[in-house]
């Protein structure tokens, strides 16, 4: 038997509510020493909770969740109170007076996933939920904790092993009349699964910019006005800004979300030829900043003739031409990845930010799974064994497109589990007359 | 009464497994005895008279590259010789041979009789003597107790078998044969986990009572393949067609009405059969939608009218075959020779078998065949010639010798059987192996005859005819990855006009034999390798078409030997390693894996389930340690 376990389920400080969440064999003991009863099963009861001297410690909701039909799978008690810190310390005190111990960060969903309550993809997703930072990036992580994240999968997964077994069979039982590599439906069955692999390569990608954000540099020569922008775009004064050139000499960095993408911004130092020492410094400072941004903003002047942008970055760019208030243009998107701005009025700025949206994938429709690298390193194996495979298929090689097959089955089983060939032949064999 | 002599190893059994056993063990060095029932059946086809097909003919040729006599047999009995698969890639076509079975008996007879170091003795073993788990000597019928280091038991359908035809049942190793129950009564009171499967024929038709011109006739492949290694044309009898006919709805009319009494229906049958091979009752019941199914005709033998109507075994009475019989096209007047009847029989879980298919329980003693849970000629006789060996090798202390995956179907049998077991009789396919490319016909030599040879399994002559061969295509290797085709040479015109390729500039004739259109006869009709023998290139070719899958794989095998060797220690309890889950961890207390290479390998394995077997086998051996 497993120990029991307690901790503070809500986060530290904040809220008007707290919940302590007890899970494993104790809860019983821990209720009738706290609440002098046992709740009845799923049923929310208003009480006190007391210490054993009689002090009552906090009042508000019992509810208890008898194995196996809880979280974990083991009996479970929540306390939900008023979310003092105090009042929950002395509460989490009296509990692991009762011989419970603390539980360990995530042991709650350990528990759930060795008692079958989650599977390997859930159990993930639960991980990347309590780890998420935005509210986008939580309600991924919620559609991935309720299983579609798995379903999808586990239907591409169905959907090869019938192809499989469809080419697997013409190869095997050559002599029973079933050849179907022919058949143009296997050619339109590889592309339909390929397009839901490129969605859910796409779907779990948005999932996993929400939690880990864009990274985001802002460019350009001096005084085309790096610094303003920065500050428009967080709304606060972050950087001082002066119409001498040169003035940001190190790398300012700011927050932001986007619709909840975070954002993290950094304002460099404005690339021109200098020998001041400490200009140099912030100059090779901003070079390091552009090389690991996914995004680099590049700031001009509107009135530049110049469009000529750097392309070492690793990530994508996107030309801001500002002070168009100078020029007279109008401000707003020019292009896909060009826009004309005013960041002293903020005039072109939220066309500025859709583009940033779009740079990261961002789904409006927010249908983003929380993605792992895992997930998309397998998925992104599967899309290049379904695109070979129908390479071979159009060429009619019929054992190389069941071996990239193989291989896309393979990638899949890293998510939910392998297929054996075993499992592939009783496939063929409940589908087809097989034998003479 | 003790036998006059000890032997290293004793084979009982003359069936397909037993004979590559004693063959294996005798070549080996070892001296070994071959004990059957009966002398005339050595090498007795039991079942159709045929030897290979897809997945089968890749084991026949392995046995074959290992000096095995299987191969060489079927081309001096083959009557019908055909490839199948021709129009897919090289790696899963196969060759299948009808086979006259008194011409393959004959030449199973007399391999066995030319082999040094082996013994025939006609008596049948009904018990064994053992010595603290061990081995030590079987005792016979006729009272004879025999001596050896170690024993191979290759017992086919024999084991307890017994004999259904509708609701008549009677105990029976084999039509016209008896059953071997004082061994089966012993062997199951030893700690070997016992069960039944199921097997079936179908009638015997006198063929002079055939109309075949209502048949459609499917003659042999021209040109003629060959099945062994050292096989050729010339060694071939006279070659015959087969034919096909087909069930039709009255055929299943008249099955549907006797279902009450097929003892597979009844429930007298308790033992499983295998489903891609299924009875035809099997076959008009669960698949009710179709209204034919297809029946291969095929000749018993040059010298005997008796037909083997391949697609109907059943084991429905006798007066129900008859009237299903006569039902089918060009059978409307058939006499049936001998009926059809389903056989049961006992196996032993090939999990309690060590890779070597020595029994984990009982030490020297080596299963191999139907008893381990398979079914066919070939799957027997790959399993005889690895237990063989390996007794033969235990007995001289040596250390076992077992294929692995990679390596050959012979791997990939093995390490199916005795890790996940056999749930239904095991028959190969060439889907059960991961590395199907590599695994091919045409280099069944190249990957196996060199150990072979090292092991002691392949005679002089074998293997100077592979040298040979491999000198030929090394030398024709060496000659593709040589040459450049240089744009407007003559040679590069007349490659293109012979392909139909065109070429852009020089490009090396190793990337140019790469696009799918050129084909070996393209280079040797330009007069490129006029000199080289077009199968060699063609073989040669093949390589070059699979080589970036080919790489590909090695690195998957490399991965795979990583896990082979992590060793899972044999005290580790699943149910201890928190976070897996309930049915995986169900799974591997069943298989018992002996390493994270055969963990992997469970249906429904995921990557973080192996990490976690992988650490707690660490976590394991470094308690034992410290400990």
Partial sequence: MSETICAVATPPGRGGIGIVRISGSACQRVARELLGFIPSPRTAIHTDFCAPDGETLDSGIALYFPSPASYTGEDVLELQGHGSPIALERIVGCILDQGVRLANPGEFTERAFRNDKLD??????????????????????????????????????QRVLKLRMFIESAIDFAEEEIDFLGDTEQQSRLDEMRSLVEALIDRSTAGLTMQIGLDVAIAGAPNVGKSSLLNRLLGEDRAIVTATAGTTRDTLHGDLSLDGLPVRLTDTAGLHASDDPIELMGMERAQTALSTADCVLWVIDDADENLSTPDMYRGKTLVVRNKCDLTGNTPGAVGKTEFRTCALTGAG???????????????????????????????????????????????????????????????????????????????????????? | MKFPTAFDVIVIGGGHAGVEAALASARVGA??????????????????????????????????????????????????????????????????????????????????????????????????????DRICSVSTRLGMEIEARAVVLTTGTFLGGRIFVGREQHAGGRAGDPASVELAEKLRSLPLAAGRLKTGTPPRIDGSTVDFSKLEEQPGDEPRPVMSFLGTREMHPRQVSC???????????????????????????????????????????RFAERDQHQIF?????????????????????????YEAVRSIRGFENAQITRPGYAIEYDFFDPRGLLPSLETKNIENLFFAGQINGTTGYEEAAAQGLVAGLNAARKSAGLAAWVPQRHEAYIGVLIDDLTT???????????????????????????????????????????????????????????????????????????????????????????????????????????????????????QALIDVKYDGYLRRQDQAIARAKDQMSIRLPDELNFREIDGLSNELREKLEHVQPRTLGNAASIPGMTPAALSLLSVYAKRYSGLRKTA
């Fill in chain 1, 349 to 436: 700025l939220s066309d500025v930010c859709e583009g940033l949206k779009q740079v990261a994938g961002f789904r409006a429709g927010t249908d983003a799974f929380a993605g792992r690298p895992r997930h998309i390193a397998a998925l992104k194996r599967v899309d290049d064994a379904l695109s070979q495979a129908a390479k071979e298929l159009s060429v009619r090689e019929g054992e190389l497109v069941a071996e990239n097959l193989r291989v896309a089955h393979e990638s899949l089983g890293e998510i939910v589990g392998i297929t054996t060939s075993d499992d592939l032949l009783g496939e063929i064999f409940s589908t087809f007359c097989i034998g003479k």
């Fill in chain 2, 243 to 285: 034919h096909i006919t087909h069930t039709n709805v009255r055929t299943h009319d008249i099955i549907r009405r006797a279902l009450d009494q097929s003892p597979m229906f009844t429930g007298e049958i308790e033992g499983v059969g295998p489903r891609y091979c299924p009875s035809i009752e099997d076959k008009v019941v």
């Fill in chain 2, 420 to 538: 996940m077991g056999a749930n239904e009789p095991y028959r190969m396919f060439t889907s059960r192996a991961e590395y199907r490319l590599r695994l091919r016909q045409d280099n069944a030599d190249l990957r196996l005859t060199p150990i072979g040879r090292e092991l002691g399994l392949v005679p002089d002559d074998r293997f100077k005819v592979f040298t040979t061969r491999s000198k030929k295509l090394e030398a024709c290797n060496e000659a593709l990855s040589r040459t450049t085709i240089r744009l407007n040479s003559d040679m590069a015109n007349k490659l293109s006009k012979a392909s139909g390729e065109r070429l852009s500039k020089d490009i090396p004739l190793l990337d140019f034999v790469k696009r799918p259109a050129v084909r070996a006869e393209h280079l040797t009709s330009a007069g490129v390798f006029a000199n080289t023998d077009e199968s060699y290139l063609a």
């Fill in chain 1, 120 to 157: 390997l993809a859930q159990a993930e997703a639960v991980a990347d939920l309590i780890a998420s930072g935005s509210a986008e990036a939580g309600r991924a992580a919620t559609r991935s904790l309720t299983g579609e994240f798995s379903l999808r999968i586990r239907e591409l997964d």
């Fill in chain 2, 31 to 132: 001296s070994t005895l071959l004990l059957t029932q009966a002398i005339e059946t050595i090498g007795q086809m039991s079942c159709n008279p045929a030897i290979g097909g897809i997945g089968k003919s890749h084991l026949v040729r392995e046995i074959d590259a290992l000096g095995g006599v299987m191969a060489t047999a079927a081309d001096k009995a083959g009557i019908h010789f055909r490839i199948l698969n021709n129009s897919k890639g090289p790696a899963v076509r196969a060759t299948r041979v009808q086979a006259d079975r008194v011409l393959y008996r004959n030449a199973i007879r007399q391999a066995v009789e030319r082999q040094s170091n082996l013994s025939v003795f006609q008596d049948m073993m009904v018990d064994l003597t053992l010595q603290s």
């Fill in chain 2, 297 to 321: 005709v095929e000749p018993e033998g040059l010298e005997t009218t008796e037909l083997y109507p391949n697609g109907i075994s059943t084991s429905l009475p006798f007066d129900a075959q």
